[in-house]
């Protein structure tokens, strides 16, 4: 069983930034896959980034949104950075161990971080 725990959500204005990160603890690997969702009200969860051999965005956040890993903390960082309102959303970490791109080919999820961003 792998755990994550998401933390570093909260209010900003637009245009600002925040980091958000993901620990990971039990039987982790650096072989699996660590990416980025998020739900807004109303809306489904969205793919945002993932960390696999190489590292994807989602057209929305392409430029102002960095994933990264820390293999030896088990961590895996979102560098927000021009946040819109429109980024408010519910973010959640999640783990695969084979493909990255859909929801269900991922294993593990985190409880997720609230990101609100106020015009």
């Known amino acids: 069983q792998v755990h994550l725990v998401e933390s570093g959500g909260g209010l900003v204005q637009a245009g600002g930034s925040l980091r958000l990160s993901c620990a990971a603890s039990g039987r982790t690997s650096s072989n699996l896959f660590m990416g980025w969702f998020r739900q807004a009200p109303g809306k489904e969860r969205e793919f945002v980034a993932v960390?696999?051999?190489?590292?994807y965005y989602a057209n929305s956040v392409k430029g102002r949104f960095t994933i990264s890993r820390d293999n030896a903390k088990n961590t895996v960082y979102l560098q927000m950075d021009s946040l819109k309102p429109e980024d408010t959303a519910l973010y959640l970490c999640?783990?695969?161990?084979?493909?990255?791109?859909?929801?269900?080919?991922?294993?593990?999820w985190g409880q997720g971080t609230q990101v609100t961003v106020s015009s």
């Open positions: 999640a783990a695969s161990q084979g493909g990255w791109l859909r929801e269900y080919e991922y294993d593990f």
């Open positions: 960390s696999a051999r190489s590292t």
